[in-house]
Every structure is written in C-alpha cells, then in structure tokens.
C-alpha cells in the first residue's frame, strides 16, 4: 500500500468514524510528513491533544521547518519526555518492550544532528567555506553511519531511520545540496543490507 493510499484510507475511515481520530492521529501525521503535506501536518498537530511518539515527532519536524532555534530546542525537548516515557514504565528488565520508544530516541537525537549541521553549514563553498563545509559532512557521516551501525539490521528497524533522515535533509535541502548527495549516499550503502534481512 502506497503512502498516498494509506492517507486516503485513514480520511475515509475517519470520515465514518471521526471518534476514531485520537487512534488514528500518529498514522495520519505521519504519512503526512512522510509525502511532504506540511499543510495537512500542520493541520493535523492542532487538532489533536495526543501525546504520541508520531505527533510528537511531528512537531519537532514542524519546527525544524520553520527554523526558529527556540522552537526547535522546546520540541526537542518535549519529545524527549514523550518518548521516554514507556521506558521509564517499563523499569529496567523492560528493554525488549521499550526498543520502539528508544528507536524513537534515537531518531529524535538525529534530527538534532541534522538540524545542528545543516545550521552550521556555510552557503559559500570557496576557501574556508569548502573546508568548513567537509569537516561539517565528514563529522555527521561518522556519526550517522555509526549510529545506524548500532542498530538491529532488519528492514523494521533501519527503514524509519533512514525515512527520518531523508525528511530531515529534504526540510531546507536545495538542489545538488552536499548534505542531501550524502545521505542519500548513505542510504544506498544500506539498502543491499536491509534487503537481504528482509529475505
């Protein structure tokens, strides 16, 4: 099923059933974002009182939109406190149950890597900016290729990793812009991987 499909689905069940809308809220948001409705996320967060890992994503992506720095580090935050919530419930034999909220962790800290490096990044790309610019793409590919390294190797769990960052990079990506050519590397270099897990 297409990510276009899935929204028309999920509009036509809470057209049937709008008391529905809480259930559904994290599945409505997040293929929203995933298309690159940002209207209808928009839309979506403001009508709903959820708490959940999608909508609180959703707003942290939201932000990052936007560009404002305080935004941005508040949404952070707050996802934080969402997210980590199942963990805390979960007490400390409870990690098998609580991978999905640390997966979600995990995705909120690289949207701050990726905020963080896109907003260092020079518009110029002569004399110091290209420097500055390679060190900025060198970092964040260690870090990111490590961070995926650290996951479990299945479709289920790196799919939403990369999905996020493509997200990430296309919110104030341009055309041919390095940082967008290098995740984009990065996913390519996986795919081979995830393919033969899911076998």
Same mark, same amino acid.
């Given at each position: 099923?297409?990510?276009?499909?899935?929204?028309?689905?999920?509009?036509?069940?809470?057209?049937?059933?709008?008391?529905?809308?809480?259930?559904?809220?994290?599945?409505?948001? &997040? +293929? @929203?974002? $995933?298309?690159?409705?940002?209207?209808?996320?928009?839309? !979506?967060?403001?009508?709903?009182? #959820?708490?959940? /890992?999608?909508?609180?994503?959703?707003?942290?992506?939201?932000?990052?939109?936007?560009?404002? &720095? +305080? @935004?941005? $580090?508040?949404?952070?935050?707050?996802?934080?406190?969402? !997210?980590?919530?199942?963990?805390? #419930?979960?007490? /400390?034999?409870?990690?098998?149950?609580?991978?999905?909220?640390?997966?979600?962790?995990?995705?909120?800290?690289?949207?701050?890597?990726?905020?963080?490096?896109?907003?260092?990044?020079?518009?110029?790309?002569?004399?110091?900016?290209?420097?500055?610019?390679?060190?900025?793409?060198?970092?964040?590919?260690?870090?990111?290729?490590?961070?995926?390294?650290?996951?479990?190797?299945?479709?289920?769990?790196?799919?939403?990793?990369?999905?996020?960052?493509?997200?990430?990079?296309?919110?104030?990506?341009?055309?041919?812009?390095?940082?967008?050519?290098?995740?984009?590397?990065?996913?390519?270099?996986?795919?081979?991987?995830?393919?033969?897990?899911?076998?």
């Amino acid at each position: 099923m297409s990510l276009d499909t899935l929204r028309t689905h999920v509009k036509g069940v809470l057209t049937r059933n709008p008391d529905w809308e809480s259930a559904l809220a994290g599945f409505s948001v &997040e +293929s @929203a974002w $995933m298309v690159g409705a940002w209207e209808d996320v928009e839309k !979506l967060v403001g009508q709903t009182k #959820a708490q959940s /890992a999608s909508v609180a994503m959703a707003r942290v992506l939201l932000a990052m939109r936007s560009g404002e &720095e +305080s @935004a941005i $580090m508040d949404t952070l935050s707050v996802a934080r406190s969402v !997210l980590g919530l199942p963990i805390t #419930a979960s007490g /400390a034999k409870g990690y098998r149950r609580s991978y999905d909220a640390v997966l979600d962790l995990h995705l909120t800290h690289e949207l701050e890597i990726i905020h963080n490096a896109m907003t260092k990044f020079p518009t110029h790309s002569q004399g110091t900016g290209q420097r500055i610019r390679r060190d900025i793409l060198n970092d964040m590919s260690k870090s990111l290729s490590s961070r995926l390294e650290s996951s479990l190797p299945t479709l289920r769990t790196r799919e939403p990793i990369l999905s996020m960052r493509r997200t990430a990079f296309a919110l104030r990506s341009v055309k041919k812009n390095p940082l967008s050519t290098c995740m984009y590397l990065m996913v390519a270099s996986v795919v081979p991987v995830m393919h033969s897990q899911a076998k």
